[in-house]
């Protein structure tokens, strides 16, 4: 598997991921910059999407590689 370029830095006493790192570049991005560079298709993140919940907080998900060995069941 290859690295992820995001890695979660800093979360909400709610556990929400507030702040992150892009690996390749040591840049720390909010969730929202990270949501908004996601939803703009920006290919340094292609690995993630964004789903919403019911209340309409967006969250910031990895995608599937397609092994069932390392999914939350």
Do not use: C
């Not at 702040?19 to 292609?46: C, D, L, M, V, W």
């Amino acid at each position: 598997m290859k690295d992820k370029k995001l890695r979660m830095i800093e979360q909400s006493e709610s556990g929400l991921n507030m702040r992150f790192i892009n690996t390749e570049t040591n840049r720390t991005i909010s969730r929202e910059q990270a949501i908004s560079q996601i939803e703009k298709g920006n290919p340094s993140y292609s690995d993630y999407h964004v789903v919403r919940n019911p209340k309409g907080l967006d969250f910031i998900r990895s995608n599937p590689d397609g092994k069932t060995k390392n999914n939350l069941e």
